[in-house]
């Protein structure tokens, strides 16, 4: 299974809001506002080969060289783990005050 650019509205399954198809020309992976994802990949990013479907709860931050901030997701149904690259509109810094918080 190869690559599937999707790039369009939808509900998050965690905070419930609705969700703009990302605005630069690239597919949204994870919820803006909670920046809660949704467990759809399997072998790498975008293959949607995944038939876990589970919820991804943000867990930590990276940052990588060429790809900037990433947003570590783990799923809560089945605990795997996975890299999102930070999106120009998220709520980036309410997830870095909440892992402030729990140190």
Partial sequence: MGFKMINSDFICENCWKKVPKHGEGSARNHCPYCLYSKHL???????????????????????????WNMIKHRCVKCGKEMLNKVAPDDDFLSLVQKLNALK
Wanted: hydrophobic share 30%; aromatic share 14%; net charge positive.
């Fill in 41 to 67: 990949d399997d072998k790498f990013p975008w293959d949607r080969a995944s038939s876990c479907e589970g919820i991804m709860k943000p867990i930590w931050i990276d940052y990588k060289k060429n790809k």
